[in-house]
C-alpha cells in the first residue's frame, strides 16, 4: 500500500484517512522495571490479557524481580546502547514502548533501535516518552546542557531520527515534572519542615498515569493517535515552589517552608545526583535545566489530554503527598 506519512495509508478520495488500526498482539516494553514502564505492564495485563509482553530491562537483578512480578511475560535483557541485543527483544513486536534516562546518547539509542525495527518488520504502532518545549528549537539550548546530553538536548535528537526513520510513531511529552521526583525532598521536610527546591513554575504528573496514558496508545485501535506529538500533564497543579510548600503544609499539618537558594539545591543534592547521572556536575546542570526551562516557562501551560486517555482525573500533587505522607512525617 502506498503511504503518504509514517503509519498512514494513502487517501482513497481527498480528505479521506483511515480511523482505525489493528490492536498489537504483542508488545515490548524498554525499561519495564521502571517508575513507568512497570505501570504500563501492569495495565496492560490488567486491561488486555491476551497482549503478549515482552519486558526489556539492562539489569540482571531487575531481570529476576521482573519474572517473578511477570511469570507469564517474556523478560529479556537488552540494552538500546548494545545493537547486537536488539533483534531478540523486538523480534515480532507489534507495539513497543520506549523511555530512556538522562543523560543518554540518543544519536546511538535511537539508531540502532531503529535498525532493529526495520530489520524486523512486524512494528505498527511505538510510542516514545520525550519531555521538551513545543515547537522549541534544540539551536537554543545553552551549549553545557547540549554537551550534557540531558533532557534539556537529548529529546530532540531522538524525535528528529524517529521522524526521520518513517516508523509509526506517537511522542508522548512530559509537560511537566513527575511527582515522584518529590520524594528526595522527605530529607529536608522531615528533619527541618523545609523543601530544598529553586524557584520554579511547574505542572506535574505521576509516572504511573503516564504508563496507563502509553498502554491506552499501544492497545487503541484509533489510528489518529498515529504520529502525533501529546504534551500531557495532571491538568490540575501549574505551582510555584512556594505554592508546593503550601500543599504540603496543609496535607502534614504542620508549617513547610520553601526554601528556593540554588546553592542550597546543590549542596544538599550533589552527591546523589552524581550517583545516578554518572557525573560529578549533575546538580549544577539540574540547576541550569531548571534555569532554562523557567526562562523559557511562558509555554507551561494544563490540559485535558491525560483524563481523556484515562478516562478518569489524574493523579494530582495533593492526592499523592496524601498517599505517600509517611515518607515525608518525622517517625515514617
Request: charged share 25%.
Amino acid at each position: 500500500m502506498t503511504r503518504i506519512g509514517p503509519g498512514l495509508p494513502a487517501p482513497q478520495r481527498y480528505g479521506e484517512y483511515p480511523r482505525t488500526k489493528e490492536r498489537p498482539r504483542s508488545v515490548t516494553i524498554f525499561g519495564a522495571a521502571g517508575h513507568i514502564g512497570r505501570p504500563l505492564a501492569e495495565h496492560l495485563r490488567f486491561a488486555a490479557p491476551d497482549v503478549a509482553l515482552r519486558l526489556i530491562t539492562t539489569s540482571s537483578d531487575r531481570a529476576v524481580g521482573l519474572s517473578v512480578a511477570f511469570p507469564e511475560s517474556e523478560v529479556v535483557i537488552a540494552d538500546l546502547m548494545d545493537a547486537a541485543t536488539l533483534s531478540v527483544a523486538v523480534e515480532g513486536s507489534q507495539g513497543v514502548f520506549v523511555v530512556t534516562p538522562s543523560p543518554f546518547d540518543e544519536s546511538v539509542a535511537m539508531a540502532n533501535l531503529i535498525a532493529a525495527l526495520r530489520a524486523d518488520g512486524s512494528l505498527t504502532h511505538l510510542v516514545r516518552v520525550v519531555g521538551y518545549e513545543p515547537e522549541s528549537r534544540p539551536e537554543r539550548v545553552p551549549q553545557s546542557l547540549r554537551e550534557y546530553q540531558g533532557t534539556a538536548q537529548q529529546h530532540y535528537v531522538a524525535k528528529r531520527l524517529l521522524d526521520e526513520s518513517g516508523l509509526p510513531v506517537t511522542y508522548l511529552n512530559i509537560g511537566a515534572t513527575y511527582l515522584d521526583n518529590l520524594l528526595p525532598l522527605a530529607r529536608t521536610v522531615k528533619s527541618d519542615r523545609v523543601i530544598v527546591l529553586p524557584q520554579r513554575i511547574i505542572p506535574f504528573i505521576d509516572p504511573r498515569d503516564v504508563g496507563e496514558i502509553a498502554a491506552n496508545l499501544l492497545t487503541s485501535t484509533d489510528a489518529r493517535h498515529l504520529d502525533q506529538f501529546y504534551t500531557v500533564n495532571n491538568g490540575n497543579d501549574l505551582l510555584t515552589t512556594e505554592e508546593l510548600a503550601e500543599i504540603f503544609s496543609d496535607v502534614l499539618k504542620t508549617k513547610i517552608t520553601a526554601y528556593t537558594r540554588p546553592e542550597a539545591f546543590v549542596e544538599l543534592n550533589r552527591d546523589q545526583l552524581a550517583r545516578r547521572r554518572g557525573r560529578p556536575d549533575a546538580a549544577e546542570r539540574v540547576l541550569e535545566f531548571i534555569a532554562y526551562e523557567q526562562g523559557n516557562g511562558a509555554f507551561l501551560s494544563l490540559n485535558d489530554f491525560a483524563r481523556r486517555m484515562l478516562g478518569r482525573e489524574p493523579t494530582t500533587v495533593r492526592g499523592w503527598v496524601m498517599e505517600h505522607r509517611h515518607h515525608f512525617l518525622p517517625h515514617g
